[in-house]
T-cell receptor, first 110, second 110 residues
Framework: QKEVEQNSGPLSVPEGAIASLNCTYS??????FFWYRQYSGKSPELIMS????GDKEDGRFTAQLNKASQYVSLLIRDSQPSDSATYLC??????????FGAGTQVVVTP | DAGVTQSPTHLIKTRGQQVTLRCSPK?????VSWYQQALGQGPQFIFQ???????QRGNFPDRFSGHQFPNYSSELNVNALLLGDSALYLC?????????FGPGTRLTVL
């Protein structure tokens, strides 16, 4: 079992719609969670961090964390073609190591 | 304020050779981590340096070694290169847990 799992996609989303990305993790002691966006050929860019159960909103992005279910998600509202990228879920495990999922590719269609 | 910088941008080596990659962290960041990202995969943690010491290490062989200098910059060394070492090598600097990535070094081993 991989430590951080994401659906690989591609997730096709019409422009203006909501994109919903999911991530599960195996280490119940994990305390810090991050979403990164990676454009093709570029390095990952930090979008959101979340540390407590519940929702955290930043502009068009909302991160949701449920530690009991070991689940973290990212919602992208009013999706734009510029949101087309791979979204990486990262979890800091109980040893303090960053563990990344393989990423979900999002394609926003005009 | 310069972000994380890495050099070189691209590198081509042959099997058996050795390579050194360099990273300068974001201003104010004292922790540097190195990742290997193969095509279509998430970044894989190699190791992390803090106060010139290797603090954490991922599942990489001893051929991968590193160093952190007093100014917090860091080097990643890979000996006896294999074809499978071809990847994007990412450096990330952090302060208070949030990691920011440099542009990466694309290593091709022929």
């Amino acid at each position: 079992q991989k430590e951080v799992e994401q659906n690989s996609g591609p997730l096709s989303v019409p422009e203006g719609a909501i994109a919903s990305l999911n991530c599960t993790y195996s280490d119940r002691g994990s305390q810090s969670f991050f979403w990164y966006r990676q454009y093709s050929g570029k390095s990952p860019e930090l979008i959101m961090s979340i540390y407590s159960n519940g929702d955290k909103e930043d502009g068009r992005f909302t991160a949701q964390l449920n530690k009991a279910s070991q689940y973290v998600s990212l919602l992208i509202r009013d999706s734009q073609p510029s949101d087309s990228a791979t979204y990486l879920c990262a979890v800091v495990d109980s040893w303090g190591k960053f563990q990344f999922g393989a990423g979900t590719q999002v394609v926003v269609t005009p | 304020d310069a972000g994380v910088t890495q050099s070189p941008t691209h590198l081509i080596k042959t099997r058996g050779q050795q390579v050194t990659l360099r990273c300068s962290p974001k201003s104010g960041h004292d922790t540097v981590s190195w990742y290997q990202q193969a095509l279509g995969q998430g970044p894989q943690f190699i190791f992390q340096y803090y106060e010139e010491e290797e603090r954490q290490r991922g599942n990489f062989p001893d051929r991968f070694s590193g160093h952190q200098f007093p100014n917090y910059s860091s080097e990643l060394n890979v000996n006896a290169l294999l074809l499978g070492d071809s990847a994007l090598y990412l450096c990330a600097s952090s302060f208070n847990n949030e990691q920011f990535f440099g542009p990466g070094t694309r290593l091709t081993v022929l």
